[in-house]
């Protein structure tokens, strides 16, 4: 039944995504702190900047800023991110930067909506005492926002897991791809999508379920 897969690198594939994910994930939550930290800084360039990077990206399709990433900084301004020379290598860096631009925008907003639960006398007794915005912001506020908003960074992360499948239009031999060959070459197709269907569900649903917990057992109680 299960004859057809030999010849194919499956486990390999799925290495792949789950390198992408990761490696995107960490990126996406870098990124989008930093971004969330703009969002409510009190310097207004820094907010506009933030507001229109959010506002824009997040309505940008995902395959377009990967394709973007690819054909633009790779081909028409020589980006090559130390790869000049391993296509394999260069899609797959590029393909984490256009994934943790995009979950970046969405990792933003879910901060920022933990961030405006901590409630303003803290912050505000936190400047009485001498702390200035970063330190109030690093200190007071972001430790507590994080644990507000575990359960929206899961459903981020989990999204994320399943964007990697976007990378396979820039040639990244990730899951998707494999399975477009397979579909291709073999005659089962119900059988490749139920046996590529569990593999994204082994993925995230323990991300799912670990977080969830986690979210749980360190919430603030308010």
């Not at 703009?38 to 959010?54: D, K």
């Not at 644990?147 to 981020?156: H, K, Q, W």
């Amino acid at each position: 039944m299960f004859d057809f897969l030999e010849g194919y690198d499956l486990l390999g594939a799925f290495w792949v995504t789950v390198k992408l994910a990761v490696f995107s994930g960490i990126g996406s939550l870098v990124l989008g702190t930093i971004l969330a930290a703009m969002r409510v800084s009190p310097v207004p360039l820094m907010r506009g900047f933030a507001t229109v990077y959010v506002n824009v990206v997040r309505n940008i399709p995902l395959t377009v800023i990967i394709v973007f990433a690819s054909l633009g900084l790779a081909d028409v301004f020589g980006i090559t991110l130390g790869a000049a020379d391993d296509f394999d290598a260069l899609s797959f860096r590029l393909a984490i930067l256009g994934l943790t631009a995009y979950t970046a925008a969405f990792v933003c907003e879910a901060i920022r909506s933990g961030i405006n639960t901590v409630p303003v006398g803290q912050a505000e007794a936190a400047r009485a005492i001498g702390l200035n915005f970063t330190q109030v912001l690093s200190l007071i506020v972001l430790p507590q926002a994080f644990r507000s908003v575990i359960g929206p960074l899961t459903n981020v992360l989990i999204a994320l897991t399943k964007n990697t499948t976007v990378a396979a239009a820039i040639g990244v031999a990730e899951a998707a791809l494999l399975m477009k060959e397979m579909i291709e070459n073999e005659s089962q197709l119900i059988l490749i999508s139920a046996i590529f269907a569990f593999g994204f569900v082994v993925l995230t649903l323990p991300t799912g379920l670990i977080l969830g917990w986690l979210g749980k057992r360190v919430a603030v109680k308010r």
